[in-house]
T-cell receptor, first 113, second 117 residues
Framework: GESVGLHLPTLSVQEGDNSIINCAYS??????FIWYKQESGKGPQFIID?????DKRQGQRVTVLLNKTVKHLSLQIAATQPGDSAVYFC????????????FGAGTRLAVHP | GAVVSQHPSWVICKSGTSVKIECRSL??????MFWYRQFPKQSLMLMAT?????????EQGVEKDKFLINHASLTLSTLTVTSAHPEDSSFYIC?????????????FGPGTRLTVL
């Protein structure tokens, strides 16, 4: 079934610490996953993606881990900065991303100095 | 990078009126555009998928006669909220996808805040 948005959980971290944001996806047939960052009043901003034939992918300061066995996705942000404060959403899709995206519930990341 | 714009960025209207929101891909041709709705502190919910030159495909529970979608060109899709009511107040976001290459998931616009009084 489709993920439905609920009230957002909040992850609070100190500036400079590493952050780990988790996401449980719903469809075992999904083969493409994306993490988005959304700042208040703005559209989602692409962070990093991963295909189902991989279990880890790294970008600049970010790493995405995929565990297909338990349908779990995580986003790791290294050396978290105040500018990282936002809501983070995972999204899943089938057929390599050319199908529609289904968004997860989202997590608010609050970075404290 | 690819740019998607939306117009207007915010709109306030009276109950019963109709509002049109535009989504444009500025530097690429988008064969497919998606429309999402986002209520405060909630996730994005897909409303419909729009392919250029054909009728939009609506998600279950979305009224196609209330949310009219037109995708008349490869760079423009419009969402018209007809006979808007306060419960239609939301943040409407589009995304546009090129036929091949780049990000298969597409690029998102900045969103349009609709407030119905």
């Amino acid at each position: 079934g489709e993920s439905v948005g609920l009230h957002l959980p909040t992850l609070s971290v100190q500036e400079g610490d590493n952050s780990i944001i988790n996401c449980a996806y719903s469809n075992s047939a999904s083969d493409y996953f994306i993490w988005y960052k959304q700042e208040s009043g703005k559209g989602p901003q692409f962070i990093i993606d991963i295909r189902s034939n991989m279990d880890k992918r790294q970008g600049q300061r970010v790493t995405v881990l995929l565990n297909k066995t338990v349908k779990h996705l995580s986003l790791q942000i290294a050396a978290t900065q105040p500018g990282d404060s936002a809501v983070y959403f995972c999204a899943e899709s089938g057929s390599g991303g050319y199908n529609k995206l289904i968004f997860g519930a989202g997590t608010r990341l609050a970075v404290h100095p | 990078g690819a740019v998607v714009s939306q117009h207007p960025s915010w709109v306030i209207c009276k109950s019963g009126t109709s509002v049109k929101i535009e989504c444009r891909s500025l530097d690429f041709q988008a064969t497919t555009m998606f429309w999402y709705r986002q209520f405060p502190k909630q996730s994005l919910m897909l409303m419909a998928t729009s392919n250029e030159g054909s009728k939009a495909t609506y998600e279950q529970g979305v009224e196609k006669d209330k949310f009219l979608i037109n995708h008349a060109s490869l760079t423009l899709s419009t969402l018209t909220v007809t006979s808007a009511h306060p419960e239609d107040s939301s943040f409407y976001i589009c995304s546009a996808r090129a036929p091949s290459g780049g990000y298969p998931s597409g690029f998102f616009g900045p969103g349009t805040r609709l407030t119905v009084l």
